[in-house]
Nanobody
């Protein structure tokens, strides 16, 4: 059974940093693109970052570009999201999800999802 488990969410002050981890099991992660999504109450789900299985091409939403960095370690079946310069508007439940090979746009094309980890940025 495929399972993605996110961790690393926490309560942090504005300007702080967190590193989220997404550990995959039951899947050969090398063949999959992995994206980070987030959703805050009252807002639509937002794809904020993605890393492909081909050439480690990356995508970042404008809202996080320059502050967040996605990376992967296939040997550890893990994808990371380094989040710096956190803002209150980054507060959300963060999910990782997989798609075959490429960073597709539609969330429906991501077939495996984690349960999410909560990030709260507040003073």
């Amino acid at each position: 059974q495929v399972q993605l488990v996110e961790s690393g969410g926490d309560l942090v002050q504005p300007g702080g940093s967190l590193r989220l981890s997404c550990v995959a099991s039951g899947i050969f992660l090398n063949y999959y693109a992995v994206a980070w999504f987030r959703q805050a109450p009252g807002k639509e789900r937002e794809r904020i970052a993605c890393i492909s299985s081909i050439d480690d091409d990356t995508y970042y939403a404008p809202s996080v570009k320059g502050r967040f960095t996605i990376s992967r370690d296939n040997a550890k079946a893990t994808v990371y999201l380094q989040m710096n310069s956190l803002k209150p508007e980054d507060t959300a439940l963060y999910y990782c999800a997989t798609a075959v090979r490429y960073c597709v746009y539609d969330s429906s094309d991501y077939s495996n999802w984690g349960q999410g980890t909560q990030v709260t940025v507040s003073s």
